[in-house]
């Protein structure tokens, strides 16, 4: 079964400050690889995606992922953190071979920016 | 895009009553439909899915059912809530087209 781990159940960054989020994933196969944002009381919104063919993804809000095959890891980074960025961060994957396009979920990492 | 629809918003039931959440979907047809649950300070739980009208999958064993009656409604129900019933119910689709799923609102459900 696949997993995904999201090293930093919370992270705090100063405004202007690089963030990275890490993601990593226990497959055989490449899967679809994902990322949301969540903000309070409210349903996920996706940040980027990665299915196939280049491995450096950009998605929204500034934000980008780099799917590295060789360290099973998809983490998330943008140069410059803002107020806005404060959220919390789920990394999902989904195995391509299997029927449903499930996803599976890391437990997510709060990320605090600070003024 | 699609957009997705859950109702109630927030929802307090006592233990032992019945449960009815709702999810509809606009913007695509024939989508794999999902039920998340997400309790407080956890990831997201995958409860049930569904990938045609009367087709559901259940993930977990639990107090909960779904039913998917039309294309684009969702259901998800209990005859008798639990205490751990409560938490933050997501509804996700994901249309023919893609790979992402895209989420509800959510629905807060406190059991007391």
Not at chain 1, 6 to 21: I, N, T, Y
Not at chain 1, 42 to 68: H, R
Not at chain 1, 70 to 86: C, G, I, N, Q, R
Not at chain 2, 26 to 43: D, F, H, I, K, V
């Amino acid at each position: 079964a696949q997993s995904v781990t999201q090293l930093g159940s919370h992270v705090s960054v100063s405004e202007g400050a690089l963030v990275l989020l890490r993601c990593n994933y226990s497959s055989s196969v490449p899967p679809y690889l994902f990322w949301y944002v969540q903000y309070p009381n409210q349903g996920l919104q996706l940040l980027l995606k990665y299915t196939t063919g280049a491995t450096l993804v950009k998605g929204i809000n500034g934000f980008e992922a780099e799917f590295k095959k060789s360290e099973t890891s998809f983490h998330l980074t943008k140069p410059s953190a803002h107020m806005s960025d404060a959220a919390e961060y789920f990394c999902a994957v989904s195995d391509r071979r299997e029927y449903g396009n499930k996803l599976v979920f890391g437990a997510g990492t709060i990320l605090r920016v600070k003024s | 895009s699609q957009t997705i629809h859950q109702w109630p918003a927030t929802l307090v039931q006592p233990v032992g009553s019945p449960l009815s959440l709702e999810c509809t979907v606009e913007g695509t047809s024939n989508p794999n439909l999902y039920w998340y649950r997400q309790a407080a300070g956890r990831g997201l739980q995958l409860l049930f899915y569904s990938v045609g009208i009367g087709q559901i999958s259940s993930e977990v064993p639990q107090n909960l059912s779904a039913s998917r009656p039309q294309d684009r409604q969702f259901i998800l129900s209990s005859k008798k809530l639990l205490l751990s019933d409560s938490g933050f119910y997501l509804c996700a689709s994901k249309g023919q087209g893609g790979n992402e799923q895209f989420f509800g609102p959510g629905t807060r459900l406190t059991v007391l």
